[in-house]
């Protein structure tokens, strides 16, 4: 079984500004884990993923994340907050063998202020 | 390549009635995804599909929900009756096999609001 924490529903940043958003897994295999973007009325939108390769990846929009299986969790960040930054982040977690479900945070919303 | 193509994009109606999504996936995407995201929740799937398969239905709530995926390519999911906490945004997603590390292509999702 397999379980996301995202802590803090809401996070608010200056424009250029550091972004972190953190999430903790649980998982009883060893993991897949994944950030996905959400904008309003929108799908969501795959941003990076970690697949047992580095530990540190580099997704698209300049945001990054860090598999840290100590720690067991998976920040995402960003050096320098734009304000089309500004969406839903949702963190997910599944397993690496067979036909695993995706299991997802409850998201963190990032606000973005001029 | 055209994403995820679902509809209706929204729909309203009373506790009691019917309804029904429809998703179209990627071209040659083997692998679709029925999820339900409640309001300031992530998404939870409720249905997997392999080709026209049933991989994974464990969360779906079978006395009221059905989907199916005729010829492996488009699906529909059918809520009969709706209750009030049925109002989400249902998220239909696509991806070319279904291991674990494959991604995931989201559609703009059906937003139901049940009264």
């Known amino acids: ?114 | 390549e055209a994403g995820v193509a679902q509809s209706p994009r929204y729909k309203i109606i009373e506790k009691r009635q019917s309804v029904a999504f429809w998703c179209n996936p990627i071209s040659g995407h083997a692998t679709l995804y029925w999820y339900q995201q409640i309001l300031g929740q992530g998404p939870k799937l409720l249905i997997q599909f392999q080709n026209n398969g049933v991989v994974d239905d464990s969360q779906l709530p079978k006395d009221r929900f059905s989907a199916e995926r005729l010829k492996g390519v488009d699906s529909t999911l059918k809520i009969q009756p709706a209750k009030l906490e049925d109002s989400a945004v249902y998220l239909c997603a696509s991806s070319l096999v279904g291991q674990g590390s494959t991604e995931q292509y989201f559609g703009p999702g059906t937003r139901l609001t049940v009264t």
């Open chain 1, 1 to 114: 079984a397999q379980s996301v924490t995202q802590l803090g529903s809401h996070v608010s940043v200056s424009e250029g500004a550091l972004v972190l958003l953190r999430c903790n897994y649980s998982s009883s295999v060893p993991p897949y884990l994944f950030w996905y973007v959400q904008y309003p009325n929108q799908g969501l939108q795959l941003l990076l993923k970690y697949t047992s390769a580095a530990t540190l990846v580099k997704g698209i929009n300049g945001f990054e994340a860090e598999f840290k299986k100590s720690e067991t969790s998976f920040h995402l960040t960003k050096p320098s907050a734009h304000m089309s930054d500004a969406a839903e982040y949702f963190c997910a977690v599944t397993g690496n063998s067979g036909y695993s479900t995706l299991t997802f945070g409850k998201g963190t919303m990032l606000l973005v202020s001029p």
